[in-house]
Nanobody, 129 residues
Framework: QLQASGGGLVQAGGSLKLSCAAS????????ISWFRQAPGKEREGVSG????????YYADSVKGRFTISSDNAKNTVYLQMNSLKPEDTAGYFC????????????????????????WGQGTQVTVSS
């Protein structure tokens, strides 16, 4: 089970920090990613972290602005979002995918959304111009 929180309304240039709390599975065995989806647009992978080895991934659209991290003691992944833009407006979802032996973590992190095993309920981020 994944529980996402931290969304809200912010002005362009502002910041938000999303949280994704995991339970019911072995946290270290999974990679956790954030996806977003705006009305009329396809679901987009934003960022991800392989909890066991710390490998991270960022979409080009958020590199340098977003930072993903994990607190393994709390089974929680965070997404710090700075310099927010109106085009970042979307529903943000966290998802978990089990890592596979012999497969590089970056390959796991960039898997298609339908390959992910668990999904959170989503949190809305709205950036006003």
């Amino acid at each position: 089970q994944l529980q996402a929180s931290g969304g809200g309304l912010v002005q362009a240039g502002g910041s938000l920090k999303l949280s994704c709390a995991a339970s019911g599975f072995t946290f270290d065995d999974y990679a956790i990613s954030w996806f977003r989806q705006a009305p009329g647009k396809e679901r987009e992978g934003v960022s991800g972290i392989s909890v066991g080895d710390g490998t991270t991934y960022y979409a080009d659209s958020v590199k340098g602005r977003f930072t993903i991290s994990s607190d393994n003691a709390k089974n929680t992944v965070y997404l710090q979002m700075n310099s927010l833009k109106p085009e970042d407006t979307a529903g943000y979802f966290c998802a978990a995918i089990r890592r596979r032996a012999g497969v590089h973590s970056i390959v796991v992190l960039t898997s298609d959304w339908y390959d992910y095993n668990y999904w959170g309920q989503g949190t809305q981020v709205t950036v006003s111009s």
